[in-house]
Each structure stands twice: as C-alpha cells, then as structure tokens.
C-alpha cells in the first residue's frame, strides 16, 4: 500500500531540497540580522548594478545632439537615404534656397526606420537604447514619432489626437477635435471652435501652424497665428485678424476716442443728412448710419470696426 500524505490547513509539506534551502535562508537570515547589530554594511551587490546599469545608460547624457534637440543617435531620411541629426536639420538643409527646387522635400517622420547611435556609430531599428553599447539614446522617446530627446524638462507628451509629441506637459493641454489641434486647459471651456483651426499657415508669415515650433497663440474669433507675428501686428497699430478681420483684443477704450473725434468733426451741410450701410466686422450684422469721414459706427455692438458696403 502506497504511502499517506495528509497536509493539515496551514502545514507546509517540504521535500528534503526544500528542507535544505530552508535551513540555508534561515542560516543566511540569522548572519544578516547579525550584521545589523554590529553596524556593519549590507551586501549591495545588487545596487551596484543597478548604478552600473544606470551608468551605462547615462553616459553621453546632454552631450550629443543640435540645436533642436539634445540626443545620442542621428536619423536616417528614409526619402533621401541620407543621415541627419534630426528632422528639422533634415528639412533645413534639404529646402534651403541653394537646393534645386524639384528637389526641395519634408522628411516624413513616422516613416524613419533606422538610427545611428552617436556614441558607438552602429546603426539599428528605432529603439530607445542602442544594441551595441547599451546607451540610451534620449530619456524622452516615442516609438511613433520616432522622436528621442534628453531634455525632458520640454515635458514632452504624445498626443494620439494630434498624431505627434507636443510639449508643455499633458496635464496642461486638451486636445479639441474639432480644430484639430492641443490647446492650453485654460481655454478648454472658452475658446470658439473653427474646424482645423491649426492646420493652416499663419496668417503672417506663412508657416505651416500645426507643427510650427513658434508659440501658436488663439485669437477670440478662433482663428490662429504666431505669437509673435501678433505681437508685430500690434506694434504697427493693426488690431484686426488678419484673416476675418474681427477685433483681437478689448477696443473700448479706443471706440471712445472714436466717439469724441467725431463729436469734434462735423460734417459739411451736404453730408450730414447722408445716410450709409455698413457691414460690422465684430457682430457680422449690417446697419444703416450717418456718414462721417472719420468712421461709422455699428448700430448693434457700437464697434467702428466696420465697412462700408452701400453709399
């Protein structure tokens, strides 16, 4: 008859391997709670390779790259075949005013396939850490846009909206899917929705918004532009969207002064009684008023910001 085994609940049933490395761990328990009465240091054999890992992965850290990212690989343009630091070094150099014309081209980003590590020169698929030498080629790394960057303090984010690495952090940004592009948090409740918003020019100098690495900044008729290109408009007095014409900031203050430089104009005797439609660029809503030689004045929202349409 074969033996019995009964394991009672709670028992643990050891074989005689077992046994024996229970009594090991119990010996080697007992040695280490000996070392901690005596002060002495813990075995760290495991810490320090953990530090000779992270060694290994930090070495070249902010060391390599461009002016447009700090990074330990260059990339191959899969259009051209040819190997840059990155796709904005690529796009610099191959629609600069010396290259012919038919040639000029944007290297399309998911398509990069291979990278060159900066450190060793091996070139590999896409991957965050090189397969020779072991280093990592950018802290930040996004298998989708084939992007790396060691300078993560950009807080760089892959939006799955926009199809690309923003950044600012996700935490401050939404992604509106009617204008197709991330805006600040602070405007998620506020700003008008105009379809494709970003995927557009600046209405100034004509870059391409939807990837521009310029501020992009949200006009209050929903329109886009450059932050800057805004900020030169206002210094040459021009206060309208360039694209709607719709008033970019607070007029009041100005429509006051309007108000008193007409009350101090008065119109000759044979143009005070006549009368004009106007168009008002601010409320889109038409009115017939007097005219005057300064300005017209909407009959709804009281902005001068208007056209003249009949005489």
């Not at 952090?169 to 409740?189: M, P, V």
């Not at 494709?196 to 100034?204: F, I, K, Q, T």
């Not at 009368?275 to 929202?301: E, Y």
């Amino acid at each position: 008859m074969g033996e019995l085994a009964i394991e009672q609940p709670g028992f643990q049933h050891f074989d005689v391997e077992n046994r024996q490395h229970a009594s090991f761990r119990e010996r080697e328990n007992e040695f280490t709670f000996l070392q901690q009465l005596n002060g002495e240091p813990m075995p760290v054999e495991k810490d320090e390779d953990d530090a000779s890992a992270t060694a290994l992965l930090e070495r070249g850290y902010l060391q390599y790259g461009c002016p447009h990212y700090r990074r330990r690989c260059r990339i191959r343009a899969p259009c051209c075949n040819e190997i840059f630091d990155c796709r904005h070094c690529h796009n610099d150099a191959m629609n600069h005013i010396n290259v012919n014309q038919k040639e000029r081209h944007e290297l399309p980003r998911h398509q990069v396939q291979q990278v060159v590590c900066s450190l060793c020169g091996t070139e590999q698929e896409v991957q965050q850490v090189c397969i020779n030498c072991g280093v990592c080629m950018g802290k930040y790394f996004c298998g989708t846009c084939k992007l790396f960057d060691d300078d993560t303090s950009k807080n760089q984010y892959h939006c799955n909206g926009c199809g690309i690495c923003r950044i600012g952090g996700r935490e401050n940004f939404f992604h509106c899917y009617k204008c197709g592009c991330c805006y600040s948090i602070l405007l998620k409740n506020s700003h008008p929705c105009v379809e494709g918003a970003m995927h557009h020019d600046c209405p100034v100098c004509f870059e391409f918004l939807f990837d521009s690495r310029n501020d992009v900044t949200v006009l209050p008729c929903g329109h886009t532009i450059h932050k800057n290109c805004l900020k030169e408009m206002r210094e040459h007095h021009q206060y309208a969207c360039p694209i709607c014409s719709k008033s970019v900031c607070d007029m009041s203050k100005v429509w006051e002064k309007f108000d008193m430089e007409i009350a101090a104009t008065p119109m000759p005797e044979p143009y005070q009684n006549k009368m004009v439609w106007i168009l008002c660029n601010d409320c889109g809503k038409t009115s017939q008023v007097q005219f005057h030689v300064v300005a017209q004045k909407c009959g709804h929202c009281k902005s001068y910001n208007t056209r003249q349409t009949r005489g």
